[in-house]
């Protein structure tokens, strides 16, 4: 064994938070995988070729963007459809600003470890941080990814699975 100086963070001594931390980081893989198969259902697509699509930028971001630009276009004579598409990613959106937030933050112990700190890397100011929101969040990011499952196994059955062709989408243009 080394003789090395090891530092580790001070939330050890604050296991609920590290859980809390960690466990946000689990479902928000969730709530990729759900998006991934809402991009399936609205395509009528296999989701192993969603996957490939959704997960070929490393941006989560830009996943969402890939759904945003390809919803209008799938799902333009289900207007109905495409608001609901539109308003799982407005809200895993806020969602993955909120994990950035945790994620890419400097974590510490205030007041002689009573109170624990977030500030943003590159920050100067200490933000704290409860345990009750940290849960919160992730109560929030698992109650999105369960209604989108549950909107990707209802939309998947009533799936029109006919795309009509771009003419059809758009009359007033020519192809």
Known sequence: MSDELIF?????GKPKYLQAIGLLSVEIAHLERALAEMLASIMGAHWLVADAIFFA?????ARMDIIARVAPLVLASLPSELKKVEAFLKRAKAVMGKRHD???????????????????????SRK?????????????VQRLYSEIIRYNTTFQARHPKDIPSMAEYWPQQRW
């Open 8 to 12: 580790e963070t001070a939330l050890v």
């Open 57 to 61: 930028s490393n941006s989560s971001i």
């Open 102 to 124: 945790v994620v890419h933050a400097y974590w510490s112990l205030a007041e002689r470890g009573k109170h624990v700190d977030r500030m943003k890397l590159g920050g100067y």
């Open 128 to 140: 704290p941080v409860t345990l009750t929101e940290l849960k919160t969040m992730v109560r929030d």
